[in-house]
Each structure stands twice: as structure tokens, then as C-alpha cells.
């Protein structure tokens, strides 16, 4: 496969992704990673990458967080043939569920999964595409582990460095495809 971390391909994808000021609130840079989407060959390289680097850790499933979380982890777990569980809002799952209640870096919210999502001893790979102050991703890897499962990594399209969400995830490998 093509490694597709040389710089000229990574400044390529990181002109691709719009960048929206103000939005969701005052002071906030989004990243908008809709205009990545649209682009074939862009969306390939950003899945064979995640499933490059995570191919070899025997992955049983892919945690995808609400919502852009959705978009890039079904194809990644269908790839490393792994199964994909989605981690919700709270509310949206029909049947009992794991909740857990997190910091944002604008607000607070929560997260659901549900209870028979996991097995015990599973190995998971937790996916989104950015990580920020690291509260989603902090939340969804305590429920996974909670739950029984091994966290092998937690992936992501974009980090925002000066935000430091890796701190929230000390003992879990992290692996993000641009940093801002």
C-alpha cells in the first residue's frame, strides 16, 4: 500500500478542508471536513491510511462517535474486518444503554452505546474525525473499557494540538493524520 503520510499528500488533504471561523460558537476555528468528503480520492486516502497504520492489531470492532465518526469508521471497519458499533447522542439508541457524560471545549455533553455493543475481550479501535480538548474521545474509550473491551488506538482525521485532548488519553495509542 501507499504510504500516504508524505508532506506534499498530507498539505494536499489539508487544503481540501474548509476552515470556518466563529462556528459553533465566537472564537471557535472549525474544520470542516465536508470539502474532503466530496473528493474521491482524498476520502480513499484518509481510509487506507487509518486501516495502514491499524491493519496488524487484530481489531474486532470500530467505535464511531456521533456524528462525522460515522462517516469514517464504517469503511475502516469494514476494511480491517472488523464489525462497527456507533456511539450516540443521548436518546438516539432504542435499546438499554451505557451512558457516560463528558466536557466539550465549547459545553458539556453525553454519550450512549449500547449495553450488548461490546464483549468482553474485544479489541476496539476508537474513530472520529478530530480530536480537540479530547472529552468524546476520553468518554468513549472509559465506556469501552468499562465495558470489558481492549482499546488498541484511537484514530482521528484532525488534531488540534494547542487544545492537548492526547492528555485525556494517556494510556491509549493515538494517531491523527493532520495536526493544527
Known amino acids: 500500500m501507499k504510504d500516504l503520510r508524505s508532506n506534499s499528500e498530507l498539505e494536499e488533504l489539508r487544503k481540501i478542508i474548509r476552515e470556518v471561523p466563529d462556528f459553533p460558537k465566537p472564537g471557535v476555528l472549525f474544520y470542516d471536513v465536508t470539502t474532503l468528503l466530496r473528493v474521491p480520492e482524498a476520502l480513499c486516502r484518509v481510509i487506507d491510511l487509518f486501516v495502514s ?3 496488524s492489531r487484530d481489531i474486532d470492532l470500530v467505535l464511531g462517535m456521533e456524528s462525522r465518526g460515522f462517516i469514517f469508521a464504517p469503511p475502516v471497519a469494514y476494511r ?5 458499533v456507533p456511539v ?6 432504542p435499546c438499554r444503554t451505557k451512558l457516560v457524560s463528558y466536557d466539550l471545549e465549547y459545553g458539556k455533553d453525553a454519550l450512549e452505546i449500547h449495553e450488548d455493543a461490546i464483549v468482553p475481550g474485544q479489541k476496539v479501535l476508537v474513530l472520529d474525525d478530530v480530536i480537540a480538548t ?5 468518554a468513549t474509550v472509559k465506556m469501552a473499557v468499562e465495558m470489558g473491551a481492549k482499546v488498541v488506538g484511537a484514530a482521528f482525521l484532525i488534531e488540534l494540538t494547542s487544545l492537548r485532548g492526547r492528555e485525556k488519553l494517556p494510556d491509549t495509542p493515538l494517531f491523527s493524520l493532520l495536526q493544527y
Not at 88 to 93: H, T
Not at 134 to 138: L, S
Open 53 to 55: 497504520e491499524f491493519s
Open 80 to 84: 480491517l474486518g472488523a464489525g462497527f
Open 88 to 93: 450516540r447522542k443521548q436518546g438516539k439508541l
Open 134 to 138: 479530547g472529552g468524546t474521545a476520553a
